[in-house]
């Protein structure tokens, strides 16, 4: 026997499904369910060394953004500006060729010297309590992976700084800058200490550096000067292409393809949507139809119950309620005048008023009147074969609480 049957049945199916659903769901967009977070030098970065106001900058004011987990320079080639903020890497690994790579694939390419590293806060995560500076080989070792010979220099945080920014337009404001002294294509913007930006030309062609990533950084962007000396940056960097693409993987933030998500993603996901939603009304249908097959209903039910059922149903069909009343009562009377004994000779008038003195409250003259008023009505008609019923039974056995 099965013990599942009716509504269980179905509560059951609807949790196996939904589970099944969210299993799907889960494996397929696992890493997007969960929003990325980090507190280091990235865009997804709330923290003060952060890049995620530059991002939605960059979003604000009607720039096409692309925060990149793949293929970054295949990404941008020669329809987008690449930008490659703060990478760590070293010079023998993985990291290191994929730098090198994405900077051969793109035609431009904006690459931001790593300059801190932060501490995350344990009561507020995503955020840091402290930052201290890399070490300055750490930041050459960037240079020398592009094969840039360039030496880093720390200004101090008193020694006055001048700049010169004829190509952007704005003067940055960046407290103890780190700056680059060495060959460069053009200067863009430089001090009497050295260069913050500038064209560098690399194994895979010339990239634009900028030494300080203080100039776009969370807290540096909204310093007076630096989101205008930022915008006239990018439109340097970015020449005749319009969007930016802002490379993640050298993060950690990798994501490969997947087919699966693919088929869920506009717009094949339309298509799967409905397969998945035929294959659920195809497993609805066929429920009912596991175990032996219930026996065929027979064509006549037997019984009274049956019959006067039927019956009934033909009478209401043909419209035949007002005989049907009209034989009740005189069914009603006779057994009224058996019950109490009234001669069968006995004129109609004096056995009516037998009958009315017997019952004291409803003549029977009243409910003649009501038969032959009835409407078509099935309701009606009911509510008077039952007015009929209860008169019959008080006439013969009195009315309940009459003495």
């Not at 890493?31 to 280091?40: I, M």
């Not at 800058?177 to 050295?194: E, I, K, N, T, Y």
């Not at 203080?214 to 006239?232: E, T, Y």
Request: positive net charge.
């Amino acid at each position: 026997m099965n013990p599942l049957r009716g509504r269980a049945a179905v509560v059951v199916t609807a949790v196996a499904g939904v589970s099944f659903l969210a299993l799907l769901l889960w494996w397929v967009f696992g890493n997007e369910l969960v929003p990325a977070s980090s507190s280091a030098s990235d865009s997804f970065s709330r923290s003060a060394i952060g890049h995620r106001a530059f991002a939605e900058l960059l979003r604000e004011i009607g720039v096409p953004t692309v925060v990149s987990r793949f293929n970054s320079g295949g990404k941008a080639r020669d329809s987008a500006l690449l930008v490659v903020a703060e990478p760590k890497v070293g010079r023998n690994d993985t990291r290191l060729r994929m730098l090198l790579s994405m900077i051969g694939q793109a035609e431009r390419t904006l690459l931001v010297l790593p300059k801190w590293r932060g501490t995350e806060s344990e009561e507020q995560p995503g955020f840091i309590e402290a930052a201290e500076p890399l070490e300055p080989w750490e930041v050459e070792a960037v240079l020398a992976a592009v094969g840039a010979d360039l030496s880093l220099v720390r200004v101090a945080p008193d020694e006055p700084v001048s700049w010169r920014s004829g190509e952007i337009g704005a003067t940055p404001d960046i407290r103890a800058p780190q700056v680059l002294r060495g060959r460069f294509g053009s200067r863009c913007v430089w001090c009497a200490q050295g260069v913050l930006l500038g064209y560098v030309d690399t194994s895979r062609g010339s990239v634009l550096v900028l030494s300080d990533p203080d100039l776009l950084s969370n807290h540096g962007i909204v310093r007076p000067g630096n989101a205008v000396a930022v915008m006239g940056m990018l439109d340097l960097a970015r020449g005749d292409q319009d969007a930016v693409v802002i490379d993640e993987t050298l993060h950690g933030f990798g994501k490969e393809p997947s087919l699966f998500r693919s088929l869920f993603e506009f717009p094949l996901g339309l298509a799967t949507i409905q397969a998945l939603l035929a294959t659920a009304v195809l497993l609805w249908a066929a429920m009912g139809r596991f175990g032996a097959p219930h026996p065929p209903a027979p064509p006549l039910e037997a019984g009274k119950k049956a019959l006067i059922g039927n019956i009934a149903a033909l009478l209401a069909y043909g419209g035949h309620g007002a005989h049907a009343l009209r034989r009740y009562l005189d069914g009603a009377v006779a057994e009224a005048r058996a019950a109490l004994h009234i001669p069968a000779g006995l004129k109609a008038a004096e056995a009516e008023e037998r009958l009315d003195r017997a019952h004291g409250a409803v003549r029977l003259r009243d409910l003649r009147v009501l038969v032959n008023k009835q409407s078509a009505d099935r309701r009606h008609i009911l509510a008077i074969a039952r007015r009929i019923h209860r008169w019959r039974e008080e006439t013969i056995r009195g009315r309940v609480g009459h003495p």
